[in-house]
């Protein structure tokens, strides 16, 4: 399918205070194709190539980390068609980010329950893992089979094994309790981006974006590119972070 970009403008924000990870709800893509007679499945063709170029100028501006959400725990409601076209470009893109990784140099992650995957995709995904762990310009978080609250569920279960042979175990601190998360090591959102008009989370990092700035765009996720993004950052830029001071 061939799509056509606008020029890139000359950028709107600052390099001093870029956000240092941005997380992204790639919503849009059935209505963009709906809109274009097109079947569901081809706008989320068009979503992955957008989610390509957006992660490429992530690496070439300097974000340090990009979060995707690709399939919610939700999304298996969807029709078999659907979720086979998604875990299909899924595969499709892991093969080609393995091949061209010596040449991208990103860090992937994958969050989320992908025991239930194909075999095929989990082998692909332990070895994009493994293979990308070297590299440390941006590191590009997958949300696969993703939900929020399953991802605390799991966190409170996971510690509470850790310490169920330990009676005088410390408190919990929020620090601890994030180590149990799919988040470990990865710094909270600065800012999240939901594209379509959708103003709403959808049990996306429901912990981790407790003081994220949110930036919604009427734009469907595959109209999304770098002037988009730019404008996003630039409106990031414009605000004032407190954390709850005055
Ligand atoms: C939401 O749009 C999109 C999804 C549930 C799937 C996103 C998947 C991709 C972009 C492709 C694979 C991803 C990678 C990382 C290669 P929607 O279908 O809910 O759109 P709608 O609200 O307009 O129906």
Not at 85 to 92: A, F, H, Q, S, T
Not at 97 to 118: A, H, N, P, W, Y
Not at 215 to 226: M, Q, V
Request: proline letters at 3%; charged letters at 30%; a negative charge.
């Amino acid at each position: 399918m061939l799509r056509f970009f606008k020029k890139k403008e000359m950028k709107t924000w600052e390099s001093e205070r870029l956000p240092r990870h941005i997380a992204i709800v790639m919503d849009g893509n059935g209505r963009w194709a709906t809109k274009r007679a097109l079947p569901r499945t081809a706008g989320h063709v068009a979503g992955a190539e957008t989610f390509r170029r957006v992660a490429t100028y992530c690496k070439d501006i300097g974000i340090e980390y990009l979060t995707v959400y690709a399939f919610s725990t939700e999304n298996w409601k969807r029709s078999e068609d659907e979720v086979a076209k998604i875990m299909e470009l899924l595969e499709k893109y892991l093969h080609e980010s393995i091949e061209k990784m010596e040449r991208d140099k990103v860090k992937m992650k994958f969050l989320g329950d992908i025991s239930v995957l194909s075999q095929n995709l989990q082998d692909l995904i332990a070895k994009t893992e493994e293979l990308s762990k070297k590299f440390d310009g941006v590191q590009v978080n997958i949300c696969l089979n993703y939900g929020s609250r399953a991802e605390i569920v799991r966190a409170v279960q996971n510690y509470a094994d850790s310490i169920k042979d330990t009676p005088d175990a410390p408190r919990l601190t929020e620090e601890n309790f994030a180590k149990f998360l799919y988040t470990a090591d990865i710094p909270d959102p600065d800012l999240v981006i939901r594209p379509s008009g959708e103003m709403r989370l959808s049990n996306f990092l429901l912990w981790q974006t407790a003081y994220s700035e949110y930036y919604f765009t009427d734009c469907l996720w595959p109209d999304f590119n770098e002037n988009e993004l730019d404008l996003a950052i630039a409106t990031y830029q414009t605000r004032d972070r407190r954390y709850g001071n005055a």
